[in-house]
Structures are given as C-alpha cells and as structure tokens.
C-alpha cells in the first residue's frame, strides 16, 4: 500500500487534524512535510500553540530510514503541537511511533474520541 494522508485544520480550535495510512517513502515525507507547511499557516494561534490530533490507525510498518524522518520531524521545534494525539492500535507501528516521540507532550489513543478529549482537556501533563 503507497501512503496517504490529509491534513485539515480547524483555525476557531487551533487544532490540526491528521491522517495517515501506508509505507512511506521518504518522498511521501517531504510531501507530507510541504503539505503540513501549508495547513499551519491556516492557525489562527501562536506559535506552538495548536492542538495535533494524528489519525495513524491504517499506518504500516515503516523503514527504519522513515521511522527516523519522522522522529526528526516531531522534534523539529517549528511545528510543534501544545498537545499531540495519536490514533493507532496496538500493533508494531505503536511501537515505533512511541520510539520516534523523545519527550513529547503526547500520548496514543484507540480511538478519536477519546484522543480529541484529552486534547481539550487542558492538562499538558505528558504520558505515553
């Protein structure tokens, strides 16, 4: 399966919302990267100041060559989100999502519900 994803952004919430699904390529991340430049001009906030909610339920085991672009991604201070959800199952991808994190305020979740609520929930308390 190639990737996919879509970025949508809520400006009134501040909150960007996200879905991946596929292998990526790291093509696909500098796609994925130009396309998240994009959304963020959208926000209506601060710098670091946006919520992220990332869908990563249909997300494929990834390189390790991609596995770490994306940890360079989540560390770069630029686009980092006040709070940061993931949607994914338990699967190995979780597992490499949480060792791309360092020490994000972030957390995984099973679904988006529950990942939205403790978005809004205020506390930036991080767990993993």
């Known amino acids: 399966m190639s990737a996919d994803f879509a970025i949508d952004v809520d400006p009134a919430r501040d909150l960007v919302r996200i879905r991946m699904s596929g292998f990526f390529t790291?093509?696909?991340i500098d796609a994925f990267l130009a396309a998240r430049a994009v959304a963020h001009t959208q926000l209506r906030c601060g710098p670091n100041q946006h919520l992220t909610?990332?869908?990563?339920?249909?997300?494929?085991?990834?390189?390790?060559?991609?596995?770490?672009?994306?940890?360079?991604?989540?560390?770069?201070?630029?686009?980092?989100?006040r709070r940061l959800a993931f949607v994914i199952g338990r699967t190995l991808a979780r597992t490499q999502l949480q060792r791309a994190l360092d020490r994000r305020t972030a957390r995984c979740f099973d679904d988006?519900?529950?990942?939205?609520?403790?978005?809004?929930?205020?506390s930036?308390?991080?767990a993993a």
């Open 53 to 81: 909610l990332n869908d990563l339920s249909d997300m494929k085991i990834q390189s390790q060559d991609s596995v770490e672009m994306f940890r360079a991604m989540l560390a770069d201070p630029i686009y980092r989100s």
């Open 124 to 126: 930036d308390r991080a």
């Open 112 to 122: 988006s519900w529950a990942a939205e609520a403790w978005l809004f929930a205020g």
């Open 26 to 28: 790291p093509e696909d």
